[in-house]
């Protein structure tokens, strides 16, 4: 998206040590990237994500959406595993 620049604030992270740093689903960081709602960069192949060191406040209803996908997420893993143990 842009490149850093001198008078900014923060740090360029991985999108997995973002998402667990903001306590944010992986899939909700991706559709954020998609939207372009969100600062990044592409560095060979691999996302970053500019951290500022602060926590925006979401909308409520935003973050329960947002938890909802999450276990959706979960619940697929685990009917994934299980029939992988099945077998």
Do not use: C, H
Request: glycine content about 4%; overall charge positive; hydrophobic content about 35%.
């Amino acid at each position: 998206m842009q490149d850093i620049s001198d008078k900014e604030k923060g740090a360029w992270l991985p999108l997995l040590e973002y998402a667990v740093t903001k306590g944010m689903s992986l899939s909700t960081l991706r559709r954020r990237i998609k939207a372009n709602k969100i600062q990044f960069q592409l560095r060979e192949g691999k996302y970053f994500i500019y951290d500022d060191g602060s926590f925006p406040l979401e909308d409520p209803q935003k973050v329960i959406s947002d938890l909802k996908e999450q276990v959706a997420d979960l619940k697929t893993l685990v009917q994934v595993l299980e029939s992988k143990q099945r077998a």
